[in-house]
């Protein structure tokens, strides 16, 4: 019981940690698209939502996948990777359980969204394995020799 309780707050983290970093960029998403102000969306807020969606499935395939091994020993390619499939996924949703109210060709407002969230979620997992990696480093005690 313990450890599902120990992987889902990991999961909780994780995502929260993402939508953290997403504000930022759902801003200047935001400063892009909407130049001229005209969209209802406050932009800030619109961030959070997938950052943390993306982050809770890339934690959980991690958890599927990896098993045991930590996102310290996963290669950053491979965390990238992971990361750009969580992107893919949550970038879909929207199309899959809604209808879109935007002035743009539903193609284009896919290919943005779906292509925000894949390099979003890549870049979140790659620097989440380098945090993970830096904390891992600053945990060693000072005269331990660093294997790999």
Do not use: C, N
């Amino acid at each position: 019981m313990k450890k599902w309780v120990r992987r889902i707050r990991g999961a909780t983290g994780m995502g929260l940690a993402w939508a953290v970093v997403w504000v930022p960029a759902a801003v200047l998403v935001g400063l892009i698209v909407d130049r001229d102000g005209s969209m209802d969306e406050m932009w800030p807020a619109i961030g959070p939502y997938p950052g943390f969606l993306s982050g809770v499935v890339f934690s959980a395939v991690l958890g599927l996948v990896y098993g045991r091994r930590g996102l310290v020993e996963l290669p950053l390619s491979r965390a990238a990777a992971w990361g750009a499939a969580a992107g893919v996924l949550v970038g879909v949703l929207p199309f899959t359980i809604g209808e879109s109210a935007s002035r743009l060709p539903l193609w284009q407002l896919a290919a943005m969204v779906i292509g925000s969230f894949t390099l979003l979620s890549a870049a979140s997992a790659a620097g989440s394995a380098m945090l993970a990696r830096y904390a891992a480093h600053r945990q060693e005690p000072a005269g331990a020799a660093r294997q790999g």
